[in-house]
């Protein structure tokens, strides 16, 4: 990095000035069932804006809606140090467990594969379980 006037580096990368605006990708948005999809739509089209990666983690949060999820991004290292390698792996494994999402038809599908595979036994198997009905599309 070139050197800086008092010889501190700074605290973060600076942004490029480019911007991306959800107006202009109205169909971008964070969904915790589609979370890879969704990073990879806004990475082409933080390409296509000319985004720089300090840009991509600073501008992310635009296309979160507002509540705890728009929260819990502000809050990650990568957000706040403008990393957005750290920031996407944050992200992708903060809403990792969050998994497929069911039909309503496809629940009882749900609970016979569980009882095919010998049922409910522990903890994380519960979890898993009970998360299937937890997150149905309607």
Known sequence: MDEVPGGQQPAAPVPSGAK??????????????????FIDQFGRAALQEGLTDADKAYQVVKFFPEGKDLQEVEDMKGFKKKDWTKLKEEILK????????????????????????????????????ITSFDQVLR
Do not use: M, N, Q
């Open 20 to 37: 991306i605006r959800p107006r202009d990708y109205p169909h971008l948005k964070f969904s915790e069932a589609e979370v890879e999809r």
């Open 94 to 129: 903060r809403w990792e467990d969050c998994g497929p999402r069911y039909w309503e038809s496809e629940l009882d599908k749900v609970a016979l594969e569980r009882a095919e595979k010998g049922g409910v036994w522990t903890r994380a198997e519960y979890v898993s379980y």
